[in-house]
């Protein structure tokens, strides 16, 4: 697992969408709490529907292609088995063309259903580092230890004193450096240990900051009131809350860190169900069942080691899954596919001339390019022939003794060489 500390993440490519997205729930958050309620995992909640929200014009189209493909199948096999075993160029080709033709025609796309995909990957990843060290993106979490860091470094001593509770704590995952200088740095890295804290790890930071009891309790309480998703933490992986119930004989928090996960898979199951998919035995809609099959047992065992606000996020978006899927569904089995197509097939006319008129341009160039190297050859032969002619001159004209004389001498006796 990847090491974060309050210091954002500075991936080039995750570090910006992660501070975006931050940024997001952040004002999701504030929204709630101008409410008076002060809750990660609601916020977790919406920032979900919001994302899939935005996400379902893809979806959308995604459940179009799917219906279409399906509908497309048989057609497309009938390409593969009329050039079954051809392998030649000319054979190749005019498959490639006519398998175009055909996704032209039925309006979907070869890589059309990677497209969601592709775009969920990368926020999901960003998501795992918000999650993970939620104060680091969330500045209104960050603000709940405003008083409890005041009060740690008004303490002397108080960087040995959190060295020895972070050793203590055995916090892995947490980057820390209290030999550091910087005053802001250090209040960072305070928040970043005792964010992590268990409610033993609480205990012994009062022990260790006996006249800060008080602060130290009302930021527990109000971290809990923020942070918690009923008995879990949402910072926390589900694993780490199952091992401390069991350790602490809390069979409530045991039985709620593995909800995460199964629920999470719950709903990814019920999302599959929904899908429609190709009665065809072809080897790429059998590898698509099993991915749909295999996906939700990794989501299974992944979820044990993310934190349970990522789980949340999984299982949210399973749910809404599942429920556009459904109303998809319904949708396309009212409307008339026919139509859809001969839209299409006018779309695909211009297509299929507009890249004939790039076949021709491409070819015209290549006509020209193959001109214009044979008019550079004749005329580098040319020049050549001139050259030659100069030198041969030159050469006649040559003073005895100098170096035009003596190649002369050279050239003269491998000629004679030759000849004999």
Request: hydrophobic share 40%.
């Amino acid at each position: 697992m990847t090491e974060m500390y309050l210091t954002a993440y500075g991936g080039s490519i995750l570090g910006p969408i992660a501070k975006g997205l931050g940024w997001i729930m952040d004002k999701i958050y504030l929204l709630f709490a101008s409410m008076g309620i002060q809750s990660i995992a609601l916020t977790i909640i919406v920032f979900t529907v919001l994302v899939y929200a935005c996400l379902f014009p893809l979806t959308y189209k995604q459940q179009k292609f799917s219906v279409l493909s399906r509908k497309m199948n048989p057609e497309l096999k009938k390409i593969q088995e009329k050039y079954k075993g051809k392998k030649d160029q000319a054979s190749m080709a005019a498959q490639q063309e006519e398998t175009q033709a055909l996704y032209d025609k039925y309006g979907v796309s070869m890589t059309g259903s990677c497209v969601q995909l592709l775009i969920q990957m990368p926020i999901l990843f960003a998501l795992y580092r918000v999650f993970y060290n939620v104060p680091a993106y969330i500045s209104s979490v960050k603000n709940v230890f405003t008083d409890l860091v005041s009060g740690i470094q008004g303490i002397d001593g108080y960087q040995d004193k959190m060295q020895s509770l972070y050793d203590a704590a055995n916090l892995r995952n947490v980057q820390v450096d209290f030999s550091a200088t910087d005053k802001t740095t250090l209040g960072n890295y305070i928040i970043d240990v005792v964010y992590k804290l268990s409610s033993s790890g609480w205990d012994s930071l009062k022990e260790t900051f006996p006249t800060l009891s008080d602060v130290i309790g009302n930021a527990y309480s109000n971290l809990n009131e923020i942070n918690n998703l009923f008995v879990l933490s949402i910072s926390d992986t589900p694993w780490n809350q199952i091992k401390m119930g069991f350790a602490d004989h809390n069979w409530v928090l045991l039985l709620a860190g593995l909800s995460i996960p199964v629920i999470s898979t719950i709903t990814q199951y019920l999302s599959i169900l929904q899908m429609p998919m190709s009665d065809s035995n072809d080897q790429m809609t059998q590898q698509m069942k099993t991915m749909n099959y295999f996906m939700p047992l990794m989501t299974f065992f992944i979820a044990f080691t993310c934190p349970v606000g990522l789980g949340l996020y999984w299982a949210t978006g399973g749910f809404i899954r599942a429920g556009q899927q459904f109303f998809l569904n319904r949708h396309f089995e009212k409307i008339d596919l026919n139509d859809i197509i001969e839209k299409n097939k006018e779309k695909a006319a211009k297509k299929k001339e507009q890249r004939g008129i790039r076949r021709e341009q491409i070819m015209a160039n290549a006509t020209m390019n193959t001109k214009r190297t044979i008019s550079d050859k004749a005329s580098y032969k040319n020049d050549n022939a001139d050259i030659l002619e100069k030198a041969a001159a030159s050469r006649s004209t040559a003073k005895a003794g100098s170096m035009a004389a003596k190649a002369n001498l050279v050239k003269d006796f491998n000629e004679g060489k030759k000849n004999n």
